[in-house]
């Protein structure tokens, strides 16, 4: 079963413009949520993170919301350029059942930031 | 900065063969992590190791083994190829196993079983 989703494979927008990647899960017990970009032929690298206790975090284009409720995060990107264009992964920690160290990746949104 | 080096960033190998994909990372992290990464499917778990010399199976770990002889360096090891395996493979590592710690990616092996 998949406990992270990013139902999206792909997304475009204009430069500019703002980019909201979204992303649900379906585990309750998970603690922190991360995002990760990709660039092709690279590996992923941390974003932004998000504790379960919070619903906002933002660290500058960068802003990840999180609705408990409704067990859904989205990643907003303002303003987007075109250097954003990459791959992005959700990921989940905790979990319960000993394994707080593993994250649980979605499979990813392609963004693709047009000039 | 973190790194995080995989050996190689390419690899064709023929079904049968023993494999071997090395990382190394210069931080002195404890955990370091293998992972695959194939269209549609996201990351998945293959191995992880939280000392030297220890281990602990992932999501798909079956024909997989590792080696943590040395705290940087963390083998992954296709016991005899299958082309079910061609795939991007990346290792990762993180200081403490605390989900707001981040891990820090390598740039991946892209193996080719043929």
């Known amino acids: 079963d998949q406990q992270v989703k990013q139902n999206s494979p792909s997304l475009s927008v204009q430069e500019g413009r703002i980019s909201i990647l979204n992303c649900d899960y379906t585990?309750?017990?998970?603690?922190?949520f991360l995002w990760y970009k990709k660039y092709p032929a690279e590996g992923p690298t941390f974003l932004i993170s998000?504790?379960?206790?919070?619903d906002k975090n933002e660290d500058g284009r960068f802003t990840v919301f999180l609705n408990k409720s409704a067990k859904h995060l989205s990643l907003h990107i303002v303003p987007s350029q075109p250097g954003d264009s990459a791959v992005y992964f959700c990921?989940?920690?905790?979990?319960?059942?000993?394994?707080?160290?593993?994250?649980?990746f979605g499979k990813g949104t392609l963004l693709t930031v047009n000039p | 900065d973190v790194k995080v080096t995989q050996s190689s960033r390419y690899l064709v190998k023929r079904t049968g063969e023993k494999v071997f994909l090395e990382c190394v990372q210069d931080?002195?992290?404890?955990?370091m992590f293998w992972y695959r990464q194939d269209p549609g499917l996201g990351l998945r778990l293959i191995y992880f190791?939280?000392?030297?010399?220890?281990?602990e199976k992932g999501d798909i770990p079956e024909g997989y083994s590792v080696s943590r002889e040395k705290k940087e360096r963390f083998s992954l090891i296709l016991e005899s190829a299958s082309t079910n395996q061609t795939s991007m493979y990346l290792c990762?590592?993180?200081?403490?196993?605390?989900?707001?710690?981040?891990?820090?990616f390598g740039d991946g092996t892209r193996l080719s079983i043929l």
């Open positions: 931080m002195d992290h404890e955990n």
């Open positions: 585990n309750s017990m998970f603690d922190y």
């Open positions: 190791s939280y000392d030297v010399k220890m281990k």
């Open positions: 998000i504790s379960s206790i919070k």
């Open positions: 990921a989940a920690s905790g979990g319960g059942g000993g394994s707080n160290y593993k994250l649980t």
């Open positions: 990762a590592s993180t200081y403490q196993l605390l989900g707001n710690q981040p891990q820090h």
